[in-house]
């Protein structure tokens, strides 16, 4: 799951997202942080492994997804710049995390948050929100995927990244489509044809070879698939 923040993507070294977390009183004064560099496709931490850290991505981003039974990877979520993710409510993961691009994050112990939360009742309160945030992120995620057309979802993911990515009119979306379809819960070709439908329909436009940079030119249009 995500929960964005406003952090700044150069964000101290040493300060877990003091902006949303909360100020740490001065007697804990900040939390000590760790800066590891992933390259693409590397593994964060796997599913069932022991959650005994947050992560804050600083650039790059994230994905968090399971491998169903017969093969398929389900993604749950994509983190991106100022988001946090791995914290969980057990003791292990649920999902397995992994850098879609290179990727910097910032780490800190779990524990050390579980402490802070004790003793400052504003960085608790907004621990409870990141969790809600969550929660609501994994209903509209169900309903997404339950109830919603192809093109419907796709439209869905697209005013998602940006809102989230706030590249003025250009989302540059650092996945690739086959992440896309395995988030939308849809085939590779699925994706593409929708894409597709959404150029012509002129609600749209690709730059670049990769087609990865999209001109999102009609909003409104997006805005009712979504609905």
């Known amino acids: 799951m995500f929960v964005r923040v406003n952090a700044s993507p150069s964000l101290p070294p040493g300060i877990l997202a003091p902006d949303i977390l909360g100020t740490p009183n001065t007697s804990h004064a900040s939390f000590s942080t760790s800066q590891f560099n992933y390259r693409r496709g590397t593994e964060i931490y796997g599913e069932r492994e022991p959650a005994e850290y947050v992560y804050q991505v600083v650039s790059g981003a994230v994905r968090s997804y399971k491998l169903l039974s017969d093969g398929r990877r389900q993604i749950g979520a994509f983190h991106l ?19 879609v691009v290179d990727t910097t994050v910032h780490l800190t112990r779990r524990l050390s948050l579980e402490r802070v939360a004790h003793s400052d009742p504003a960085f608790a309160h907004n621990l409870l929100i990141m969790t809600t945030n969550n929660l609501q992120h994994a209903e509209d995620h169900m309903l997404l995927l339950g109830r ?14 940006d809102r989230r990515l706030k ?5 540059a979306l650092p996945m690739c489509r086959r992440d896309i379809a395995d988030y939308l819960g849809l085939t590779l070709e699925t994706v593409s044809r929708a894409l597709s439908k959404l150029h012509a329909y002129g609600a749209l436009d690709f730059l670049g070879s990769n087609q990865r940079e999209i001109m999102l030119v009609d909003r409104d249009q997006l805005a009712k698939l979504d609905t």
């Open 167 to 171: 590249g003025a009119d250009v989302v």
């Open 148 to 161: 919603k057309t192809a093109l419907e979802r796709v439209a869905a993911f697209l005013l998602e990244m």
């Open 81 to 99: 710049v100022g988001d946090i993710f791995g914290l969980e409510n057990d003791d292990v993961h649920r999902f397995t995390a992994e850098a």
